[in-house]
């Protein structure tokens, strides 16, 4: 066995203040084992911190000793490394851009500086050669609130990076979600859908109860029971989907798991920037620009910086209204920009804050009816659509020895405005208009304490407390004149929410780790509506709702190697009860219909793996899953077309998830996904018609994808790209009673892709739905005039895109 470098050469390679942890390191060094690199792996914890630090813990997790400080230009803040690996890998993931290695003998390792490499901002070009190392070993996420790598983690996750959301046209969530394994989305509209994972659907339509999957932008969640505000990704590093309920660190809300968009954060160490644009034109459509912007600026000396983005685009038309004499009538643009800062304070303190606001504006809705054809509609009005989004958070952190601290709170103003052709809906045969506002004010605060990571057990605990502030306004008024005639309600619900939550994960083991976690949790909603002009005298008293309970979770997971891993877990999901607007409000004699509807649990059972072959060639991950639906709530309408929410009964699915990755070698690159379950109502209430084993609503029972790329150098300094992109998606129905207009789904549709790159330039031509496939994506549009005619929203057609990107 070597002997370990000396204290004395540990001292003298670190800076003064760090010599306590060095002499402690050199102390547990003398008495632990060696690590060699060919040695069994261990469990490392090591969070982002000054690279000096980190090297020390570092040298404590694995039985070695490292030596080198000062190496320029090596310095700056490690990446957080966690998992089960080899110390040379563990160090590989460990230092940042500037530092590299060389292992001297088996239990010593010198740090070496090493070149940066140049700048990029958001979708950096890909480099000429091509990369030694898979991409995924590369990628950290942050899904389970600590900083892990991808690579075998024991839950079901996807994650796709900033290039492969470029590469994909991923200009919102809703452009990536048939690439993500189990992910469905509505397509009701640009800033109007709900997302679903794993078949966990509450029905298809957007109404007050609360979204089954959490959305976040960072650590902040952005609905509520608002719709995706169809963000567009500019300037993110990754996208994360974590699926299964998600009770235990995410609330209520994420019964069907989270969506994470994680943003480029600001980097006190570069100036860099870059500018996109693209152009588009749609068959039997019209065309379309886009334009967008990104600048890292670093201040004071590099401790603080500043990070901006800024983006406009126009979506194509498609819809021709046969009855207005207009075309291509679902015109839609999108605008916004995002703000961010930063500041290193010292004694390893840091804060961040940052700024989000994006507008929507879409002329009419993309849904056809009519004779007209599949890309016609024959509304007597209108129906555009506005959804305005801001969001401002900052946060305070530090990074202690035995634990880190992360303190943030947040405020959403979220209002998204639809208005809908009401022509005969409530009497008269005049063009009418029903308008609907609706006002989100979501205000959040947490603090979250983890451990550092040395020893067997890691650990989090943090609180949370947020108030949701919602109004909503409903009223008919004249398309001609633009004016309110009457109000058909006004609502407004205030749910408040408080939870203690906490996780251990222990290592029994080097190979067998136990994960216990529980969230507690108290809510209190307060609604009131009033404003019924249909029903002149109806009124509706003030109520409030209670609610607590307990999330568990627990998980056990076995590693044979760093990407070799099984689990079993179950976890459990909830969401808060809430009241309806009666359902005489739209001036019939109709009974109250569920005026009040009650909380809803999941509880899921899972067991999967992930592993390597064929010298890491091969990435495989499967799990098999059991989820337990009680009193499952949805939005659906009245034969008005009022909303309404009701407990529709319990439901169950059972499926089976798989994802692989080949990568043969530098050039190919085959990534696909499957999904096979049964949504399923298992025993429907009394309160709304349900029909069992038919399928949950909006949501197919096979779901599968592939993504083919091929990457070739093709001159000094430059490299090229070709992509194609399958996906199908089996048949659903819009409706839990299976009625035959609401079939839809049952389609294929492809994408083929062409980039050209350099250190700083990206030409990319892109063409979605190749075959320019007519497949009905969502059998819905309008809930007034749904029973005069059956209604479908196509695919959008063969689309042509071309971008140019250039960074500096």
Request: glycine share 10%; charged share 20%; no cysteine.
């Given at each position: 066995m070597m002997t370990p470098l000396p204290g004395r050469l540990l001292m003298a390679t670190f800076p003064r203040g760090e010599m306590p942890l060095v002499l402690l390191a050199a102390a547990a060094l003398a008495a632990a084992p060696a690590a060699a690199q060919g040695a069994p792996a261990r469990i490392f914890h090591l969070p982002r911190e000054p690279v000096e630090r980190a090297l020390v813990r570092f040298a404590l997790q694995a039985g070695v000793s490292v030596g080198g400080l000062p190496a320029p230009p090596c310095g700056g803040l490690s990446r957080p490394t966690y998992g089960l690996m080899s110390a040379s890998r563990a160090l590989t993931h460990l230092l940042p851009a500037g530092c590299g290695f060389e292992a001297i003998d088996a239990d010593s390792f010198r740090i070496v500086g090493v070149p940066r490499p140049a700048p990029h901002a958001q979708r950096p070009a890909a480099s000429t050669p091509a990369p030694e190392t898979d991409p995924l070993d590369e990628l950290v996420v942050t899904a389970e609130r600590r900083s892990e790598p991808l690579v075998g983690r024991a839950y079901p996750i996807s994650v796709l990076s900033g290039d492969d959301i470029a590469r994909l046209g991923g200009g919102s969530f809703a452009d990536l979600a048939m690439q993500m394994a189990g992910v469905t989305v509505t397509n009701l509209g640009s800033g109007r859908n709900k997302i679903f994972i794993r078949g966990l659907s509450d029905g298809s339509f957007t109404g007050h109860t609360q979204s089954t999957v959490g959305l976040y932008l960072d650590d902040v969640?952005?609905?509520?029971?608002?719709?995706?505000?169809?963000?567009?990704?500019?300037?993110?590093?990754?996208?994360?989907?974590?699926?299964?309920?998600?009770?235990?660190?995410?609330?209520?809300?994420?019964?069907?798991?989270?969506?994470?968009?994680?943003?480029?954060?600001?980097?006190?160490?570069?100036?860099?920037?870059?500018?996109?644009?693209?152009?588009?034109?749609?068959?039997?459509?019209?065309?379309?620009?886009?334009?967008?912007?990104?600048?890292?600026?670093?201040?004071?000396?590099?401790?603080?910086?500043?990070?901006?983005?800024?983006?406009?685009d126009e979506q194509p038309g498609y819809i021709d209204n046969t009855?207005?004499?207009?075309?291509?009538?679902?015109?839609?643009?999108?605008?916004?920009?995002?703000?961010?800062?930063?500041?290193?304070?010292?004694?390893?303190?840091?804060?961040?804050?940052?700024?989000?606001?994006?507008?929507?504006?879409?002329?009419?809705?993309?849904?056809?009816?009519?004779?007209?054809?599949?890309?016609?509609?024959?509304?007597?009005?209108?129906?555009?659509?506005?959804?305005?989004?801001?969001?401002?958070?900052?946060?305070?952190?530090?990074?202690?020895?035995?634990?880190?601290?992360?303190?943030?709170?947040?405020?959403?103003?979220?209002?998204?405005?639809?208005?809908y052709d009401a022509t005969g809906a409530f009497g008269g045969t005049e063009p009418a208009a029903f308008d609907e506002e609706r006002q989100v004010d979501?205000?959040?605060?947490?603090?979250?304490?983890?451990?550092?990571?040395?020893?067997?057990?890691?650990?989090?605990?943090?609180l949370f407390a947020s108030q949701a502030d919602e109004t909503d306004d409903a009223t008919l008024a004249d398309p001609a004149h633009d004016a309110v005639s009457r109000f058909v309600y006004r609502r407004r619900d205030r749910l408040s929410e408080a939870a203690l939550y906490g996780e251990a994960a222990y290592d029994v083991s080097n190979r067998l780790t136990v994960t216990l976690g529980g969230r507690l949790f108290a809510s209190r909603l307060k609604s009131e509506s009033g404003d019924f002009d249909l029903a002149p005298g109806l009124f509706q008293p003030r109520r409030h709702l209670d609610d607590s309970g307990f999330a568990p979770k627990l998980r056990a997971s076995y590693a044979w190697s760093p990407d070799r891993v099984v689990y079993v877990q179950y976890q459990e999901g909830f969401r808060s009860g809430?009241?309806?607007?009666?359902?005489?409000?739209?001036?019939?004699?109709?009974?109250?219909?569920?005026?009040?509807?009650?909380?809803?649990?999941?509880?899921?059972?899972?067991?999967?793996?992930?592993?390597?072959?064929?010298?890491?060639?091969?990435?495989?991950?499967?799990?098999?899953?059991?989820?337990?639906?009680?009193?499952?709530?949805?939005?659906?309408?009245?034969?008005?077309?009022?909303?309404?929410?009701?407990?529709?009964?319990?439901?169950?699915?059972?499926?089976?998830?798989?994802?692989?990755?080949?990568?043969?070698?530098?050039?190919?690159?085959?990534?696909?996904?499957?999904?096979?379950?049964?949504?399923?109502?298992?025993?429907?209430?009394?309160?709304?018609?349900?029909?069992?084993?038919?399928?949950?609503?909006?949501?197919?029972?096979?779901?599968?994808?592939?993504?083919?790329?091929?990457?070739?150098?093709?001159?000094?300094?430059?490299?090229?790209?070709?992509?194609?992109?399958?996906?199908?998606?089996?048949?659903?129905?819009?409706?839990?009673?299976?009625?035959?207009?609401?079939?839809?789904?049952?389609?294929?549709?492809?994408?083929?892709?062409?980039?050209?790159?350099?250190?700083?330039?990206?030409?990319?031509?892109?063409?979605?739905?190749?075959?320019?496939?007519?497949?009905?994506?969502?059998?819905?549009?309008?809930?007034?005039?749904?029973?005069?005619?059956?209604?479908?929203?196509?695919?959008?057609?063969?689309?042509?895109?071309?971008?140019?990107?250039?960074?500096?």
């Open positions: 969640p952005i609905t509520y029971s608002a719709p995706d505000p169809d963000l567009r990704l500019v300037d993110v590093e990754r996208v994360e989907v974590l699926r299964g309920p998600q009770g235990t660190l995410y609330g209520s809300g994420s019964i069907g798991g989270i969506v994470r968009i994680v943003t480029v954060k600001p980097d006190p160490t570069t100036f860099a920037g870059n500018v996109t644009l693209e152009a588009a034109t749609a068959q039997h459509g019209a065309k379309g620009t886009g334009l967008d912007a990104t600048l890292n600026l670093p201040l004071l000396a590099g401790r603080a910086a500043l990070r901006g983005s800024v983006y406009r009855r207005l004499g207009l075309s291509n009538v679902n015109y839609g643009q999108r605008s916004g920009g995002r703000i961010a800062a930063l500041l290193n304070l010292g004694e390893r303190w840091r804060l961040q804050a940052s700024y989000a606001h994006q507008s929507i504006n879409t002329r009419d809705s993309h849904y056809a009816q009519g004779p007209g054809g599949p890309l016609t509609r024959d509304a007597q009005v209108r129906e555009p659509h506005d959804n305005d989004f801001s969001e401002v958070s900052a946060s305070a952190s530090r990074a202690g020895d035995v634990a880190d601290l992360k303190v943030s709170a947040a405020f959403i103003d979220h209002s998204p405005k639809t208005r979501l205000a959040v605060a947490e603090a979250v304490l983890s451990s550092a990571g040395e020893g067997r057990l890691a650990w989090l605990v943090g809430g009241f309806n607007i009666p359902a005489a409000a739209d001036g019939g004699d109709g009974a109250q219909l569920g005026s009040a509807f009650h909380p809803d649990r999941l509880r899921s059972y899972e067991a999967g793996g992930a592993l390597t072959l064929f010298e890491r060639t091969l990435r495989l991950r499967a799990a098999v899953f059991h989820a337990d639906w009680s009193r499952l709530q949805t939005d659906q309408y009245l034969p008005s077309g009022l909303p309404m929410t009701v407990n529709i009964g319990d439901g169950s699915n059972t499926g089976l998830e798989l994802e692989a990755q080949w990568r043969p070698d530098e050039h190919w690159r085959l990534r696909g996904n499957l999904l096979v379950e049964d949504p399923t109502i298992t025993r429907p209430s009394d309160a709304f018609p349900a029909t069992v084993d038919i399928g949950l609503p909006g949501v197919a029972s096979l779901l599968g994808s592939a993504d083919l790329l091929y990457g070739w150098r093709v001159a000094e300094g430059w490299r090229g790209e070709a992509s194609a992109q399958v996906a199908y998606v089996g048949h659903s129905f819009l409706t839990f009673d299976g009625a035959a207009a609401s079939r839809m789904g049952d389609y294929a549709v492809g994408r083929l892709d062409f980039a050209l790159s350099s250190d700083r330039l990206r030409v990319q031509l892109a063409v979605d739905n190749v075959s320019d496939a007519r497949g009905d994506t969502f059998s819905f549009g309008n809930p007034f005039s749904r029973a005069r005619a059956p209604q479908s929203t196509p695919l959008r057609p063969r689309t042509v895109t071309l971008s140019f990107s250039r960074s500096f």
